[in-house]
């Protein structure tokens, strides 16, 4: 017998699969989403109370696809058009390949370049996350009349410009991948660089995208881009727990409880790492070098026994992928752990095109002040708080201030 | 299928001058190229040669002739080509065939048609 939760998460999971194979019957996402979230919301009143199905994907798609057809029986007398309703009246079983093929056509329809960035997150979340909209406004912080209007805008323009459903070629799919692993990950960001714990939309948001990447990664089990994505939001996911103290303080790397860290994540992320890299072994993809260095922060028993060869020597490969300042700055500090302050600050110093960034500031602060340089420390901590950085970051950055002598 | 508009952006270009003939030549190729999927379009002459027209107070008001616009930004509608295609990813690989799109851009937009 499952449990109410994991009914709602069968439900959950089995209407994004049903919305996906009727978006391919009926055509559209607009109409398919109506009649899957229709369908959705009767299993939630009823299987709880009746036990679920014994085929629970055949029920839902029976009554998403019922639904469906009223929706079109509808908007025909309305157009004074009579029945074209009938095509997909009958419970044709699908088998699981179609299923599979359904979901990453509506994958790369929801995460189409032809679509805005905005778009492509907010759309990915209504239809593979299963949000109402209301979740979705209440996540990314829009109001949510914005948020339904630019819903509308996107399935609008899937419909008129003509967006196919469909999955790239396979000589465009790198490419195309490349924009459904940045929406994914958008979604993490958007739920954890807030500092989760606040707000319970936002935790929301980082197992939404966790499991749109497990849904990707289990849809292209052989694109590295997929596993080394799924291995980064795993290994950062891992550390949720022990991210935020008792009063909702942010807690540092090297603070933190290692022994809140989810275990299960961390193996599997680490396990995913090991296939995303041996999948490239000549250009390792950017996720995966980024989950590697995750992993060997995760894999360390303390913080002074992290393994900092390691860790540079991974981003020194992710310098070769894609080559960022702000990759240096994270190098740098790497540096500073193993080498001193000194030549991590060397490194800092010495990148470009951050002046306006707050972290270079943040982290010159801190290898001033750890080199002894306490004057020169403060000017860097004010102008880093200066240029704002969330509420519990700047509570560390201005405790950090008030510790320095003089 | 669906018709697109390929509208192509570009600096103002004067067809007569001879440094423009290879321009001409890759546009002819790309026509061969794309000539199952097109249905018209054509090259417009430079913007300086626009005419705008206006009625002021609405329909049956004064009719007011303006020259140009002017391109005031680099890229100003050099041409357009009608497109009908599959879906928008056929489009968006004709568009970029477009000799236009490697030196300035190509929007591509929906034809609306009115049901007859």
């Known amino acids: 017998m499952l449990t109410g939760d994991a009914v709602a998460r069968l439900i959950r999971e089995e209407g994004t699969r049903v919305l996906a194979t009727l978006a391919r019957v ?3 996402i607009d109409l398919a989403e109506d009649a899957a979230q229709d369908a959705v ?11 679920v199905p014994e085929n629970p994907r055949a029920w839902l798609l029976v009554t998403a696809r019922r639904r469906a057809v009223d929706i079109i029986r509808r908007e025909a007398r309305r157009a004074g058009k009579e029945a074209e309703a009938t095509m997909f009246a009958g419970p044709v079983p699908e088998p699981p390949e179609t299923v599979r093929d359904d979901l990453l056509r509506l994958v790369f329809t929801c995460c189409h370049p032809a679509l805005s960035m905005e778009a492509q997150v907010a759309l990915a979340l209504r239809t593979l996350g299963g949000l109402s909209t209301a979740e979705v406004a209440r996540g990314l912080l829009v109001p949510e009349a914005t948020m339904a209007k630019r819903l509308t805008r996107a399935k609008q323009k899937i419909t008129q410009a003509g967006i196919p459903y469909r999955v790239p070629p396979a000589e465009q799919l790198p490419a195309r991948l490349t924009g459904v692993a940045a929406t994914i990950y958008l979604i993490f960001n958007e739920g954890y660089a807030a500092g989760a714990g606040a707000d319970l939309v936002r935790v929301a948001l980082t197992a939404e995208a966790v499991r749109l990447g497990r849904l990707l990664a289990e849809l292209m089990p052989d694109e590295p881009t997929a596993l080394g994505l799924l291995a980064l939001l795993l290994l ?5 727990g022990a991210r935020l103290d008792g009063a909702g303080g942010q807690v540092l790397l090297a603070d933190q409880d290692r022994a809140r860290w989810d275990q299960a994540a961390i193996k ?14 000549d250009r390792p993809d950017g996720y995966a070098v980024q989950a590697a260095i995750a992993a060997c922060h995760a894999l360390a028993p303390s913080y002074t ?8 020597s991974w981003y020194d490969v992710l310098l070769a992928v894609r080559d960022s300042p702000v990759v240096r700055l994270n190098r740098a500090v790497a540096v500073a752990e193993r080498d001193g302050a000194a030549a991590g600050l060397a490194l800092v110093d010495g990148i470009d095109g951050l002046g306006g960034y707050p972290w270079w500031h943040a982290t010159r602060a801190e290898l001033l002040r750890r080199d002894g340089r306490a004057g020169e420390a403060k000017g860097a901590y004010e102008r880093a708080i200066a240029l704002g950085l969330s509420a ?10 008030a510790e320095l002598p003089g | 299928m669906p018709k697109y508009a390929a509208l192509i952006y570009t600096a103002d270009v004067d067809w007569s001058r001879p440094e423009f003939a290879e321009t001409s030549k890759e546009y002819n190729e790309f026509g061969e190229a794309a000539a199952a999927v097109l249905r018209g379009g054509s090259a417009l002459y430079p913007t300086s040669s626009a005419t705008t027209v206006r009625v002021t107070g609405g329909k049956g008001g004064d009719v007011v002739t303006t020259d140009g616009p002017y ?14 295609c599959a879906d928008l990813d056929e489009a968006v690989s004709v568009a970029a065939k477009i000799p236009a799109a490697w030196d300035g851009a190509v929007e591509v937009r929906p034809v609306l048609e009115f049901d007859e």
């Open chain 1, 268 to 281: 599997e992320g680490v396990e995913l790492v090991g296939r995303a890299l041996r999948r490239t072994p």
């Open chain 1, 236 to 240: 950062h996911d891992a550390r949720r």
């Open chain 1, 305 to 312: 026994e992290t393994n900092w060869d390691a860790v540079i």
């Open chain 1, 41 to 51: 919301v009767r299993a939630l009143e009823t299987w709880p109370r009746d036990g």
């Open chain 1, 392 to 401: 519990p970051q700047m509570e560390h950055l201005r405790r950090r201030l």
């Open chain 1, 26 to 28: 009926t055509g559209s």
């Open chain 2, 71 to 84: 391109a005031e930004t680099k890229e100003a509608l050099t041409g357009f080509y009608l497109l009908e």
